[in-house]
T-cell receptor, first 114, second 114 residues
Framework: DTAVSQTPKYLVTQMGNDKSIKCEQNLGHDTMYWYKQDSKKFLKIMFS???????INETVPNRFSPKSPDKAHLNLHINSLELGDSAVYFCASSQTGTGVYGYTFGSGTRLTVV | AQSVTQLDSHVSVSEGTPVLLRCNYS??????LFWYVQHPNKGLQLLLKYTSAATLVKGINGFEAEFKKSETSFHLTKPSAHMSDAAEYFC????????????FGTGTRLKVLA
């Protein structure tokens, strides 16, 4: 019974390709997030959706586009992949937009651009 | 500006000895504070959270943390380290005004020696 599941777990692709990462949560949470973890383990928020509405959109290249078809799903599409996009991408969800009860994270998608 | 500083990037302890992972925060508002643990190639798991209730917070796996407003600190402790505690630990502050989002510390890698 995975609470927050991401697919794929690993993604190796060439520069210039377009790829998507999918995320689903079965916790009934209202808010979902995408975080990027770089090689130094630093975590930075990219996007947040609350009930399918975009509420946080950090300074990320517009090659990254999130899509939330419903509040249980938040997908991340990346166009024209670059070497610098290589990282681990984590999806997370929280009960409310404040996150005061904590986040539940997925196990990550390791993206390698070659 | 809100920020969180983890004072040690690496901590090594012997099995059975106490653990102290230090975290200082800066926030203009009443913060919510969290500690998360990340085992190798895994997602992040919530250890404990402070949300303006008791200042001494107990979490999972024997960890606890004390919120000290006068010192703007939220250090994580455990009386006796276990080999399974070896992981990366992140201190997180949740902004409680405006757009809610997590600010992650840069992480502390805990090594437990046999």
């Amino acid at each position: 019974d995975t609470a927050v599941s991401q697919t794929p777990k690993y993604l190796v692709t060439q520069m210039g390709n377009d790829k998507s990462i999918k995320c689903e949560q079965n916790l009934g949470h209202d808010t979902m997030y995408w975080y990027k973890q770089d090689s130094k383990k630093f975590l930075k928020i990219m996007f947040s959706y609350n009930n399918k509405e975009l509420i946080i959109n950090e300074t990320v290249p517009n090659r990254f586009s999130p899509k939330s078809p419903d509040k249980a799903h938040l997908n991340l599409h990346i166009n024209s992949l670059e070497l610098g996009d290589s990282a681990v991408y984590f999806c997370a969800s929280s009960q409310t937009g404040t996150g005061v009860y904590g986040y539940t994270f997925g196990s990550g998608t390791r993206l390698t651009v070659v | 500006a809100q920020s969180v500083t983890q004072l040690d990037s690496h901590v090594s302890v012997s099995e059975g000895t106490p653990v102290l992972l230090r975290c200082n925060y800066s926030s203009s508002y009443s913060p919510s504070l969290f500690w998360y643990v990340q085992h190798p190639n895994k997602g992040l798991q919530l250890l404990l959270k402070y949300t303006s209730a008791a200042t001494l917070v107990k979490g999972i796996n024997g960890f606890e943390a004390e919120f000290k407003k006068s010192e703007t600190s939220f250090h994580l402790t455990k009386p006796s380290a276990h080999m399974s505690d070896a992981a990366e630990y992140f201190c997180v502050v949740s902004l409680s005004s405006g757009t809610y989002k997590y600010i992650f510390g840069t992480g502390t890698r805990l090594k437990v020696l046999a």
